[in-house]
């Protein structure tokens, strides 16, 4: 069984330009969250999705972060416009239920620069 | 403001000894705590987990120990193995519904073989 797949693994892109990171859940679940890792803070949540509806955005930075989840098995994390603090490593985890004691299965992970 | 802190960046330990891995968190409403391990290029995966009804919780060669005074949990390794080296998160929530979970910033194993 597949697990989370995030795509791409890697971003290079220039300051001001869009960005769109993309996720596919695990079958079968409900629960969908957006981390970024940093040297400085770890993995810091940015925001929550339980059946495709955004339960806890507090951790989404500003407005240029936006989120969305158009079917229950696809979500996407957009940044317009990109800056240099940006630079990250974005994964996104799924579980099969709502509890936080719950195991969260995370993907690979998006590597961005933001040049 | 940090919540859960690992004050240890890295941690080299030689294969067969014991590696203890230190998380510490400033919130009194953390009741469920996890470690979770991160190989380069991957996610993290789910290691163990302890309620704080208990102080310890042991899997295999893995322990965690929780000490809820002080506001302090390790995670023990023993032996530790060449496969154990990795980024060790350990992580904080509130058990009940949704509750966000809190990471720290992670320990970087290193098992000498």
């Known amino acids: 069984d597949a697990g989370v797949i995030q795509s791409p693994r890697h971003e290079v892109t220039e300051m001001g330009q869009e960005v769109t990171l993309r996720c596919k859940l695990i079958s079968g679940h409900n629960s969908l969250f957006w981390y970024r890792q940093t040297m400085m803070r770890g993995l810091e949540l940015l925001i929550y999705?339980?059946?495709?509806?955004?339960?806890?955005d507090s951790g989404m930075p500003e407005d240029r972060f936006s989120a969305k989840m158009p079917n229950a098995s696809f979500s996407t994390l957009k940044i317009q416009p990109s800056e240099p603090r940006d630079s990250a490593v974005y994964f996104c985890?799924?579980?099969?239920?709502?509890?936080?004691?719950?195991?969260?299965?995370f993907g690979p992970g998006t590597r961005l620069t933001v040049l | 403001d940090q919540q859960v802190k690992q004050n240890s960046p890295s941690l080299s330990v030689q294969e067969g000894r014991i590696s203890i891995l230190n998380c510490d968190y400033t919130?009194?409403?953390?009741?469920?705590f996890l470690w979770y391990k991160k190989y380069p290029a991957e996610g993290p995966t789910f290691l163990i987990s302890i309620s704080s009804i208990k102080d310890k919780n042991e899997d295999g060669r893995f322990t965690v120990f929780l000490n809820k005074s002080a506001k302090h949990l390790s995670l023990h390794i023993v032996p530790s193995q060449p496969g154990d080296s990795a980024v060790y998160f350990c992580a904080a929530t509130r058990s009940g519904g949704y509750q966000k979970v809190t990471f720290g910033t992670g320990t970087k194993l290193q098992v000498i073989p």
């Open positions: 919130n009194s409403m953390f009741d469920y």
């Open positions: 999705f339980n059946n495709n509806v955004p339960i806890d």
């Open positions: 985890a799924s579980s099969p239920y709502e509890r936080s004691t719950d195991t969260q299965y």
